[in-house]
């Protein structure tokens, strides 16, 4: 029987973030009641606080967005930062969940946490068989922990908890900022930079070789609802698009959307990263969930949405 969400108290841990914001748009439709939890009332990565809460606010379900997230220089740079906060805020939120009953729970982790060299299209099955990519092993670990939690919760105790891992993911609310955001809010950064002050060159990081799946957040937010509703089962499941460019080839669609004709040059002494990480959509699919939004639309709107930021920025500073 589907999970019935109409009625039902949800939990969104991470409504602030890109994935979370998504997830309580999307929800808006499902006529539930959607819970909150600010972050300057309840620290996710303290247990007694986040036990307190989850006791009070009582979910009946939760999406676990909850995370702390950046691209591959950032996940290079602060492994502890990565490692830690991300156990400490799953463990919280898995084990408070189960402790005031929790009927249904959907945990959000990423594609980093197969092997560097899995066979593509990565199939659910790859997970721990091989070596993980050195610049984010220490976030992988974390998210195969949480994996492992809500199975551990499953086996033990019956728990319903579940597990959907995006692929790269993209969209309105995204971190720009160069130095810890992902490749594509980078990208759109750049070029309009680059367009704004008529600059010759965008600097792309490492050889443009790798190759990249995205998924619009807008889709994995609908693909995670989709879930939490349809399946209950031990395995996670990859939420991904089944398609993937190399970074050079999004690069050159970044700057035709932003309308950028410069030249594209390469910083080698930044990382490349994992070669290839395409994941299945196979099991998706049988589950009756494609995605929808396609990648030039969904460049266009995140970019649209960048701007809007931006004039929203300025005008708050002329107003200061
Ligand atoms: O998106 P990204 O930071 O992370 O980088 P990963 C993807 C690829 O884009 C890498 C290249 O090969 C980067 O070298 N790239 C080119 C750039 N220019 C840039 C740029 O200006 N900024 C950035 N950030 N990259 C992350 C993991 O891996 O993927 C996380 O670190 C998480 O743990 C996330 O799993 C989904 O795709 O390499």
Not at 271 to 295: F, H, N, Q, V
């Amino acid at each position: 029987m589907p999970y019935e969400l109409k009625g039902k108290k949800v939990w969104v841990a991470g409504h602030r973030g890109m994935v979370g914001a998504a997830i309580v748009r999307r929800l808006v439709s499902e006529n539930c009641e959607i819970l909150t939890a600010n972050r300057n009332d309840v620290d996710l990565k303290d247990q007694a606080t986040v036990r307190a809460w989850v006791a009070t606010a009582k979910p009946d379900a939760v999406f676990v967005a909850a995370a702390k997230v950046g691209g591959i220089l950032a996940n290079n740079s602060y492994p502890a930062d990565f490692l830690y906060d991300n156990l400490m805020i799953e463990a919280n939120i898995i084990e408070a969940s189960f402790r005031s009953g929790v009927e249904k729970l959907c945990f959000l982790g990423s594609s980093c946490i197969y092997p560097k060299f899995a066979a593509q299209p990565i199939v659910e099955g790859a997970l721990l068989t091989g070596e993980l990519e050195p610049t984010n092993e220490w976030y992988a670990i974390a998210k195969i922990a949480g994996i492992k939690l809500c199975q551990a919760y499953r086996k033990q105790h019956g728990a319903d908890f579940i597990s959907a891992m995006p692929t790269n993911l993209y969209g309105p609310g995204d971190n720009f900022d160069l130095n810890s955001s992902h490749v594509m809010p980078a990208l759109i950064r750049k070029a309009h930079e680059a367009k704004i002050t008529g600059a010759k060159q965008i600097v792309v990081w490492g050889t443009g070789k790798p190759l990249r799946e995205f998924l619009h957040v807008d889709d994995c937010a609908d693909a995670c609802v989709h879930l939490m509703k349809v399946y209950s089962d031990f395995e996670h499941v990859n939420v991904g698009s089944g398609e993937d460019l190399s970074v050079l080839a999004l690069t050159k669609l970044v700057c035709e959307v932003v309308g950028y004709r410069g030249e594209i040059v390469h910083d080698l002494s930044k990382p490349d990263g994992t070669p290839r990480k395409l994941m299945s959509a196979e099991k998706l699919r049988t589950l009756g969930w494609e995605a929808k939004i396609e990648l030039k639309k969904g460049i266009a709107e995140t970019y649209a949405a960048f701007v809007a930021g931006q004039v929203t920025l300025r005008q708050a500073e002329a107003r200061r």
